[in-house]
């Protein structure tokens, strides 16, 4: 009976002071360490199959060297894309990043990019041109050099080895673009190589017509009345520009409230008004000039005026070619303006087939395409102290198209196209001040 009282009480669970539980563990955790073992086992068992860290290291490493799967098209001209933006992040401040960024930048343009002979100069060309950049040994340009198909002599070129200098890679990339854009022709080799005398034979004459206005002492009278307004020459390339036109509202500083002095030195430093640029591009097959052909007559009373000399195969080429005044931006232009330009160059300078309501064209080109005069919808102006609104009206004959560039043949034409030009952009300039697509209605 002992035995079996001592037997039964090591069974009870009594919770009581000085009565203890008995240590072992429960059917509930022993169940939870089976399972946490068996978890264990099955990842000891997966483990060996697993390779280290270094090994797969090394397994990719040498994944990207066989380079067994080739990137298609459009994978590469993205990465491509990704190489360019990274390297035009990276400012230029040694050789070796001076001449990447040189070879992304022609790559971009599809011109050739090799390097010279010295290691100092690199060689940037077309089947047409080629450029010569001399570079010192960390990196500064010391000279570019400018080489045409047909020319014997090589040409430096300040505006390049300025901008290059200045870290200003977008307009050396606008520079190299213009100067090839000069040979977009379709014709062979040598045929082309004439485009590029042609256009700097037609630079020179408007280079003489300049001079003949020198005695214009008056800049609003140099601008608006002068045969070819205020000329800048070609620079690097860059090409030609005329500014024929400067409206009021081009002479306001907004900024600082002021209204800035009509002068041509702030009129090229600031880029004021409107101009085109002289320009050859492909066309049908003409005659254009290979020599200058303006010279300068002087009467007994000493008034200076042009004198062109007449077309002869000596000094004309025919090149599938013409030359070009292009705008920055398209121009409204009346459909009468448009025929009397083309009674003058003999070419088309736009659709004169499909016109629009001239005033509609001149709102959706202010206002980029926010208003229109359609529907007799009002033009809301606030002013200071007060509003106005503006009802045009169309008119059937009032009809105009949209001018990109106008084809010319001869330095002649020029001061004629100008005056069309004046009139057109005085009237685009009148209307556009009635037309405000922020104002209050």
């Known amino acids: 009976m002992v035995a079996m009282a001592s037997t039964f009480s090591t069974k009870l669970s009594v919770e009581g002071p000085g009565i203890q539980k008995p240590t072992g563990p429960g059917p509930g955790e022993k169940a939870k360490e ?65 001449v990447e960024r040189l070879e992304s930048v022609t790559r971009q343009l599809g011109l050739k990019f090799m390097a010279g002979p010295t290691g100092v100069d690199w060689f940037i060309s077309s089947d047409m041109f080629y450029l010569e950049v001399i570079l010192e040994p960390n990196g500064a340009v010391k000279d570019v050099k400018i080489h045409h198909e047909g020319k014997v002599e090589q040409q430096s070129c300040e505006e390049l080895v300025d901008c290059l200098s200045r870290g200003d890679f977008a307009d050396f990339s606008q520079q190299l673009e213009g100067l090839a854009s000069i040979y977009q022709l379709n014709a062979e080799k040598k045929v082309k190589c004439k485009a590029f005398l042609a256009l700097q034979s037609l630079e020179k004459d408007l280079g003489v017509l300049a001079q003949l206005q020198t005695f214009i002492k008056e800049p609003f009278n140099l601008v608006h009345k002068s045969p070819v307004g205020i000329l800048e020459k070609r620079r690097g390339g860059h090409a030609l520009k005329l500014t024929y036109f400067v409206s009021p509202y081009d002479l306001l500083d907004v900024e600082s409230k002021s209204s800035i002095p009509l002068t041509v030195e702030n009129v090229i430093s600031e880029g004021l008004g409107h101009s085109v640029t002289v320009c050859i591009e492909s066309s049908t097959s003409h005659k254009l000039q290979t020599a200058p052909l ?37 121009l409204p232009m009346c459909l009468a303006l448009a025929q009397k330009i083309q009674q003058v160059t003999e070419m088309e300078c736009g ?3 499909s016109p629009h309501p001239l005033l509609s064209l001149i709102a959706r080109h ?19 102290d007060q509003y106005h609104c503006y009802f045009m ?31 057109q952009v005085l009237f685009n300039v009148l209307v556009a001040s009635c037309i405000r697509p922020f104002s209050k209605q």
């Open 34 to 98: 089976w399972q946490m073992e068996l978890l264990m086992e099955k990842l000891r068992s997966k483990a060996g199959q697993f390779k280290s860290f270094v090994e797969n290291a090394k397994a990719v490493r040498m994944a990207l060297l066989e380079k067994r799967y080739p990137l298609d098209t459009v994978e590469r001209s993205q990465m491509q894309k990704c190489l360019d933006t990274l390297q035009h992040s990276i400012k230029v401040t040694t050789l070796q990043a001076m």
């Open 294 to 330: 303006v010279s300068v007559n002087r009467s007994p009373s000493g008034k200076s005026s042009p004198l062109y000399a007449a077309l002869t195969a000596s000094n004309t080429a025919t090149l599938p070619a013409c030359f070009v005044l292009r705008f920055k931006q398209p």
């Open 351 to 353: 659709d004169l087939s």
């Open 366 to 384: 202010a206002s980029d395409g926010q208003l229109d005069c359609a529907n007799n919808r009002g033009l809301f102006v606030t002013l200071p």
């Open 393 to 423: 009206t169309e008119n059937r004959h009032l009809q105009g198209i949209m001018v990109n560039s106008i084809p010319f043949l001869h330095p002649a034409h020029i001061p004629q196209i100008l005056v069309f030009l004046r009139q």
